[in-house]
């Protein structure tokens, strides 16, 4: 965000996300997110908003298969990664 002011407005109109998982248990082995956010619109997840930036990727560990995607923090300007195996990575 290029300005406070834009900054907070983003923060102001985010979006909800609750970060719903399919957890397939038909043999399979696959985590995925039922919906994602889309990307450069900020949301609102595990009490922070962030922006997501990157596509979901598939992650193979143990077997079994995860998405995970790549966001920013909007108020500490931090990436993370959020996993729909665990949450945030």
């Given at each position: 965000?290029?300005?406070?002011?834009?900054?907070?407005?983003?923060?102001?109109?985010?979006?909800s996300w609750?970060?719903?998982?399919?957890?397939?248990?038909?043999?399979?082995?696959?985590?995925?997110?039922?919906?994602?956010?889309?990307?450069?619109?900020?949301?609102?997840?595990d009490g922070g908003t962030?922006?997501?930036?990157?596509?979901?990727?598939?992650?193979?560990?143990?077997?079994?298969?995860?998405?995970?995607?790549?966001?920013?923090?909007?108020?500490?300007?931090?990436?993370?990664?959020?996993?729909?195996?665990?949450?945030?990575?």
């Open positions: 965000m290029s300005t406070p002011e834009a900054k907070q407005t983003a923060i102001d109109n985010a979006v609750s970060a719903d998982v399919y957890r397939d248990k038909n043999g399979h082995n696959a985590d995925r997110f039922t919906s994602l956010p889309d990307i450069n619109t900020p949301f609102n997840y962030f922006v997501r930036v990157s596509d979901p990727v598939t992650v193979t560990r143990f077997g079994r298969n995860s998405e995970k995607f790549t966001a920013i923090d909007l108020r500490t300007g931090k990436t993370i990664t959020i996993d729909s195996k665990k949450g945030r990575a």
